[in-house]
Structures are given as C-alpha cells and as structure tokens.
C-alpha cells in the first residue's frame, strides 16, 4: 500500500483501510513473511509514512494477539509512537486475539489465549495506546464491530476474488456470495444468491439457542 495505491483508494471512495502487524520487526517478519522468506515489517512502515501525513485514507493497524506475541505488542505500540504515528486523525491500532474457530485454524489452537487472558491483555494494551496517542477514547456506536455478515453491503475478498459474508468461512467456498470478477453481478447477489439470501434472512429470533439469550 504505496503513496500511490493509497491516493487511488481514496480517490475512488474507500475511506479506510486494515494493515496488520503482529509484533516488532522480529516477531512481525517471523509470521507474515513473503515466499522469498523475506520479511515484510519495513515495507508495510515505510510504505504508510510515505503517504500517512498527505492523504486522508484512514488506517487501522490491526495487532492479533495470543501467547506467542502479547508480550512484545507492548514494544510496538512504542515503536509506532517514536515512528511519529500517533496522535493522527488517520491511524490507529487495535487488538484482535487469536482464535481457532474452523478446522485450518487448529494448527495454532495452542498459542491461543484463555478469555480471561484476552481481557486483561488488551485492556492493558488499549490503556498504553490511548497513552501514546494511538488510539482515541469514543462514545460506543450503535453498532459494535465490524461484522461483515450482518452489514448490507459489507463482505470479504479472499485472494482469489471469491467474496464472503464471514471471516471464520473465508476458506470454504461452497460459502462464497459471489466474486469481485464478477463486480456487476455481485451487486445483485442478494436476488439471485442463496448464500447471500441466507445471510439476509438471519435473526437471532428464529435460533433457538439465541432465543435463550436474556438480552434479546
């Protein structure tokens, strides 16, 4: 994501953008790296401060968290402060714990992070970045999350253009509404797509287990 490439997102509308960074350079290069081995920490940085201070396209840094790297998220948080990147209308971070919800997740099951291990980490982190400037303090929305499957128009781009409602089904895709090959029809994918109708259709009132909810 280049000057470049940033300038022309934003001047085709797209408002925001998710990068990822999982750690230091370190602890980043050992899990995201190319297929040449090399890593890819330097260029994500040095590709947002070439165009973080010019164009309006918001980033938000996305740190995903379990065992093997909570300890070190703390150090990038400072990092990213020192590379000047906080205290920006236009980038933030934000903590998202590793899970293993499908069957090509159970690899790393063990590293993951007990709930109650979740919660306390990125509290304290949440406290650290507001600190320095790296995230901001906000009234709830009416709406918390980002969860494509219950948005309209909101949906996933896997790699190869298939598009999907839901993160956790991203690599099966029996579950895909469509492709962004296929843009136009895509549009349409609520009439004629039966993945997309289900998605819809969904309410928490005609589950029985959601039905038990004290809340609703």
């Known amino acids: 994501l280049n000057a470049e490439v940033a300038k022309s997102l934003y001047e085709h509308k797209i408002s925001n953008v998710q990068i990822t960074l999982d750690g230091t350079e370190k602890v ?7 297929l040449s081995k090399m890593g890819t920490f330097d260029h994500i940085l040095s590709n947002i401060l070439s165009w973080i201070n010019e164009v309006s396209l918001s ?10 790297n909570v300890e070190d998220v ?28 499908t069957s090509a997740c159970k690899a790393i099951e063990e590293f ?28 709830p929305p009416g709406m918390l999350g980002l969860c494509t499957a219950v948005r309209k128009n909101g949906f996933i781009i896997a790699p190869d253009g298939e598009c999907h409602k839901c993160f956790d089904l991203i690599t099966f895709n029996k579950y895909s509404i469509g492709s962004i090959l296929d843009y136009e029809k895509l549009l349409s994918l609520s009439i004629d797509n039966k993945n997309a109708q289900k998605w819809a259709n969904f309410s928490p009132l005609k589950n029985d287990i959601c039905k038990t909810c004290v809340i609703l």
């Not at 980033?59 to 093997?68: A, G, H, L, Q, T």
């Open 112 to 139: 993951t992070l007990e709930k109650t291990e979740i919660a306390k980490s990125i509290y304290k982190l949440y406290i650290k970045a507001i600190v320095l400037g790296l995230h901001e303090v906000v009234m």
């Open 28 to 34: 980043h290069d050992a899990r995201r790296y190319l």
């Open 59 to 68: 980033v938000s840094i996305r740190i995903n968290i379990d065992k093997r």
């Open 74 to 101: 703390g150090d990038l948080l400072e990092y990213l402060a020192k590379m000047e990147l906080n205290n920006k209308n236009n980038f933030r971070v934000y903590f998202s714990p590793v899970e293993s919800t």
